[in-house]
């Protein structure tokens, strides 16, 4: 019998960056607007709409683990707080295919 030897990609290191003028740059987490009150919002908004959207349309049933904003917020809270503008995706899409539709904007 012959063994195989694995065989592994390398694979470049993706690099996140901000950008020094985003309105991100030097909050928190919480001063974003996702602090405890968007957890227990996450947590309801999850329970109703519990499959990806974006997997729906390919015909798939995939659990959504995040609540995403359809148009980025950039931290205007009324925006944020806008439940017209949020969908249910699984975290696969939500790291893939919205973020390649966000930077072709």
């Known amino acids: ?3 195989l030897k694995p065989r592994l990609q390398t694979q470049k290191s993706q690099e996140v960056t901000i950008d020094a003028n ?3 740059t ?3 987490t919480s001063q974003r607007g996702y602090g405890s009150a968007w957890q227990r919002y996450r947590l309801g908004y999850l329970a ?3 499959l990806c959207v974006y997997c729906a349309k390919k015909r798939r049933t995939t ?6 904003h359809i148009a980025p917020h950039r ?3 009324k925006l944020f707080w806008d439940g017209a503008n949020h969908q249910a995706l699984c975290k696969t899409c939500h ?3 919205k973020q390649r539709e966000e930077n072709r904007r």
């Open 1 to 3: 019998m012959r063994t």
């Open 22 to 24: 985003s309105w991100r």
């Open 26 to 28: 030097d909050k928190t």
């Open 48 to 50: 109703r709409h519990p």
């Open 63 to 68: 659990p959504a683990k995040v609540v995403d």
């Open 75 to 77: 931290g205007d809270m």
């Open 95 to 97: 790291d893939s295919t």
